[in-house]
C-alpha cells in the first residue's frame, strides 16, 4: 500500500509556515506523491493571507516538479451552528477544502454535544471536501455521529501526520484516530491523508499515520489517497481532471 495523495499542506503566505509552493511541491515529489494539495489557513487564523489570495488561485499552474498540485483553503469552523471564513463561492471555485476547528477560531471547552453539532453542520455543505484534523481531544467528538454524517453528506475524514507526532499540541489523537477507523471501517466509509506539513521537508511525510494503519490493518480499498482516481469524485474541481 502506497499513499500517493496529500490533501492538507501549508505554504508561507499561511503565516506560520516556512516553505514556497515551489520548495513544497519538489520536496513532495522527493517522497513520492503524485498529487499535494496546499490549503492555507483561511482568512480568520491569525497571521494568514486574506481573501484575495484564494479568488486568484486560478493563475497558479496545476503541475510543477511532475506533482499534480490542488490549491485551495483549510476553513476555520466559526461557531457551533458550522459557519466557516470564506464565501460559498470562493470556496466553490477552489480545488479542494477542508475545514477544520482552531482554539483561536472555535475557542475550547465546548461540550461533546456542541462539537459534534458544529461538525454536522459543515459537512452539509458540498463544497467542504474534507473534515481536518478530527482527532484533537481539545474537541470532544460523538465519533459515530462523525463517521455516519461523513457517509450521507460524502465528505472525507483526514488523518492527519502531524498530529500523531510526538511533540503535537492536539490532545488523544492516537486513542481517538483509532477509534474513528474502527467506526469507519464497520460503516464502509473511506478516509483521505493530510500531511498538515508547514515547512517542506514534512510534505507527503505519511510516516506516522502508516504506522497507525498498519497497526489497525485497515483495509486500502478506504483510503482515497492511493489512488487519484479514488480522490477525484470528492474536490471541487474533479471535472478539470476528466
Ligand atoms: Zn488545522
Ligand atoms: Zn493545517
Keep these: 500500500m502506497k499513499i500517493i495523495a496529500d490533501t ?3 505554504t508561507l503566505v499561511s503565516g506560520h509556515a516556512y516553505s514556497t509552493i515551489r520548495e513544497m511541491a519538489a520536496a513532495a515529489a522527493r517522497r513520492g506523491m503524485k498529487v499535494q494539495a496546499l490549503t492555507e489557513h483561511a482568512p480568520e487564523m491569525p497571521g494568514t493571507c486574506g481573501l484575495y489570495y484564494f479568488q486568484n488561485l486560478d493563475v497558479i499552474p496545476r503541475e510543477i516538479s511532475g506533482v499534480k498540485m490542488l490549491f485551495g483553503a483549510e476553513l476555520n469552523i466559526m461557531d457551533t451552528s458550522g459557519t466557516v471564513d470564506l464565501p460559498e463561492q470562493v470556496c466553490r471555485e ?37 473534515i481536518g484534523h478530527p482527532d484533537d481531544g481539545r474537541f470532544p467528538i460523538d465519533y459515530e455521529v462523525l463517521v455516519k454524517t461523513a457517509k450521507e453528506t460524502g465528505t472525507l475524514l483526514e488523518l492527519n501526520n502531524s498530529s500523531l507526532r510526538e511533540k503535537s499540541f492536539r490532545v488523544g489523537t492516537r486513542e481517538n484516530l483509532l477509534k474513528m477507523l474502527d467506526l469507519c471501517r464497520q460503516y464502509d466509509v473511506p478516509v483521505t491523508t493530510g500531511s498538515d506539513a508547514h515547512v517542506d521537508v514534512d ?9 497507525l494503519l498498519d497497526y489497525c490493518g485497515f483495509p486500502e480499498e478506504l483510503i482515497v489517497t492511493t489512488d487519484f482516481e479514488k480522490l477525484k469524485p470528492y474536490l471541487n474541481c474533479f471535472k478539470t481532471f476528466e
Aim: aromatic residues 8%; contains cysteine; proline residues 4%.
Design 94 to 130: 477552489m480545488d479542494i477544502v477542508v475545514a477544520s476547528m482552531h482554539v483561536p477560531c472555535f475557542g475550547a471547552g465546548h461540550t461533546i454535544e456542541d462539537v459534534t453539532n458544529a461538525y454536522v453542520e459543515v459537512m452539509k455543505k458540498p463544497y467542504v471536501n474534507i
Design 8 to 10: 492538507h499542506a501549508h
Design 203 to 211: 510534505a507527503g511525510n505519511f510516516c506516522n499515520v502508516q504506522k
